[in-house]
Structures are given as C-alpha cells and as structure tokens.
C-alpha cells in the first residue's frame, strides 16, 4: 500500500515473492555475460563423463537424481549481491547481504524439492507459461512471439533457457498455492485484530490514481531544403520552371497546423466516444493511446496534491473513482484522464483496508507454514550436503544417506583414477 507507512504485498505478488526467493539462480536472468553450467542428470552419469577425460564439477548437495553444483552455489551468491545492491543503501548492504547469504543453499535444495513435488502433481506449466510469455510480449509492444526471442536474443539470453527459467518459477508457484496456500483461512477476528494494532501506520494524505489515453500530435515532416544555387557574379539563380506538358508534379500541400490540430482533436473525441458507449478504458488506452504508459493499460500511478498542474489537480481530485475527463489539450496532444481510485486524506475505514490486510495475514500465515512443508519434503528426500556446506533449512528428522559397500568402492576407485579432475561427495 502506497502513501503510508503500512506496506501490504497483493495477494497475487505473495506467491511471486516467495517463490522468487526459493529460484536464486533465476534471477536477473537478462545479465548479459552469464555463463551457462551444464547440469547432470545423476550419479551413474559421471563414467561417461570420465571415459571421455572431461573435468566435471564440484558437486555441493545431491536431492534426489538431482545435483547443486559449485557453480550454481557461487553464482547465486554473486546474484543475491546484485539484488541486496538494487534494494538497500548505505551500510546496510552487508548486514543485509550476511544475513540472507546463509540461507543460499537452502534456497537452492528449497527449488529443487518444489519442482520435483510438482512433477509428482502432474504440473506442466505449459499453458500458464504462454500466457506469461504472451503478456511480457504485450508490455513491451511486440507483434509476435518471434520479435520476443530476438528481443531475448539481444540482450544476450538463451531464449530456451529463459523460458524454463520462467515455467520453474510458475511450477513453484502452482506447488506453493496447492500444498500449502489453500490450507491457510483467515478468521475475521484475526482481520480486526490485525487492523486496531496497525491503524496508526495506515493513515495516509489524500491521492489519486490516474490512467491516461494520449492522442499525439504528428511529428512535423523534416523541411527538404537545399542550397540555392548562385551564378559566376553571386547572384541567385532560380530554378527552371517546368516545361508546359511535363510530367513533374508539384509535392503535395501539407496539411496546416490548425488541420492537423483538429484532425487529433477529433480522433481522441472519437476515442472518448467509444468509452462512453462501454469499451474498457484500458483496453483502448493499449490499443491507441500514444503515451508510454499505454502497454499498462494507461496507469501513471498516485498522485499526491500539489504534484499536478493547479488546472489538473482542480479537475481530478474533484471526481470520483471510475469517473473521467472530457478531452484535454495538452503539448503533446489531446489527453483523457481517468481517476481508478481516490484515496481520502486519514485512516481507511476497516471495510476498505479489508482485502490488503487479508493479504497481508495470508502472507503471515504462508511463511512459517511453507517452511514446515519444506522440512517435511527433506524428510522424505534423498538429500546429501558435501562437508562446509550447510542447509539452514533441514529437519531434526531428516536422515543422511547410507552408501553401500559397493558404491563405496567403486567411488574410490573412481577417485584414484581421477584425483585430480573430480571432485564430488
């Protein structure tokens, strides 16, 4: 929640939170300079590995058929830096940075027990996934699917490694939301309580959000001049004039400014028009508003008193939510504006607050109830932690694995042979 010092998540950011902070290695996935480490599949792969003299990598933990390498380890930690940067300042950055950096390898055991859970499920993620591929081609004004690759491609990204980046991301989400999301209820005692201790925090200033629809003015033709020509004594030369009958055409007029101002005029009355005859206002903002804001629908966010020009500030915080300007003219164009919510200076009422702070208590609630579902997955898993590491997260419960005699000595005798090139559990 803006505009006060009482910050509520929307319950549909809780997931992405918490399942954002379980996918380390996903994130800033748009580096341009990453490295790419090939994971193996299991265990028994390694003598193909070693037939072929290749060095493989230090293997940090086992879950399951799956491995965390050294790699993985440090280049989560590297990204976890990057994003402790981006979010605090000053001092606090270390402090910050040493408190969540224990926790990297529990994050990383965290992600592979929830994507293997919702491989038990059954969760593909394949339709969700276009969806959200579809809906970042949207936001960025791309026609096709094809632009959106190239677009990857650009910025130096594996467009396939991104894509399963993404359907990890959603899969854990799905398997958060199932196993552990719908089993949580919050009572309206715990809602009223919730908002007596925290009123003092909720009061805010009045504000507005607003929404825009742009109509701009065309951009000015550049002006086709040259050089007059002059003759031996300086003087101007004039072009000939055409011969009678030629077939040269004079360029055409160019529409005057108070034609061209009219002509916007009139498309953006005609915008307003199909509004008011029931178009969502968002839906035509995408389609022909001309601001940058237009692949959002038109939001240009809250709006404080005193930060709007004294003619827009008389005119918006005058109206209510859901209602909308005529057409205004502005520098760049003809602007409609429409005000989606209108934020009255003080408390909120408990009615209003209602839906954030069931928000906010399901959020409470999914932490400490997501923590104990992951521990009862180690319990269940075949999870191995190579000495100096440690996994925040394990149960008291949990068992280590027991090798048998024979892997025991074929593991060995893998050492021995390759020492130096190999280093695993």
Known sequence: MQGCGFTIPDKSDILM???????????????????TIALLG?????????????????IVARVNNSIITKSDFLRSKEQLKDEVKSQETGGSTDKAYADREKDVLRDLIDQQLLLEKGKDLGITADTDLIKKLDEMRKQMNLDSMEDL????????????????????????????????????????????????????????PEQI????????????????????????????????????????????????????????????????????????????????????????GGDLGLFKRGALSKELEDTTFAMKAGEMTDVIRTKQGFV???????????????????????DALYYQKLQPALRSYLKKLREEAYIDIRSGYVDTGASPNQTKPIETAGKEAASKKLKTKKKKKLGIL
């Open 42 to 58: 299991c265990v028994t792969a390694l003598s193909a590995f070693l037939a072929a003299d290749t060095v493989v990598e230090e």
């Open 149 to 204: 690759e190239k677009a990857a491609q650009a910025q130096g990204v594996s467009y396939e490694d991104f894509k399963q980046n993404l359907r990890n991301q959603i899969i854990t989400q799905q398997v958060i939301q199932h196993e552990v999301g719908s089993h949580l209820s919050v009572s309206k005692d715990d809602e009223q309580k919730f908002y007596e201790e925290h009123k003092s925090e909720m009061e805010q």
């Open 336 to 358: 409609i504006l429409k005000v989606t919510e209108h934020q009255m200076a003080g408390i909120p009422t408990m009615k209003q607050m209602e839906p954030r702070i069931q």
């Open 17 to 35: 939170m918490l399942s954002g902070s379980l996918d380390i290695q996903f994130r800033r996935f748009a580096m341009k300079k990453r490295h």
């Open 209 to 296: 959000r607003l929404s825009e629809i742009l109509v701009a003015l065309p951009k000015p033709a550049p002006a086709k001049s040259e050089p007059p020509k002059t003759g031996t004594d300086g003087a101007s030369i004039s072009p000939p004039l055409a011969a009678a009958g030629s077939s040269q055409e004079a360029p055409a007029p160019q529409p005057s400014e108070a034609d061209q101002l009219a002509a916007t005029e009139a498309k953006a009355k005609g915008v307003l028009d199909q509004i008011k005859k029931g178009a969502s206002f968002e839906e035509v903002a995408k389609k022909n508003s001309d601001g940058p804001t237009a692949s959002q």
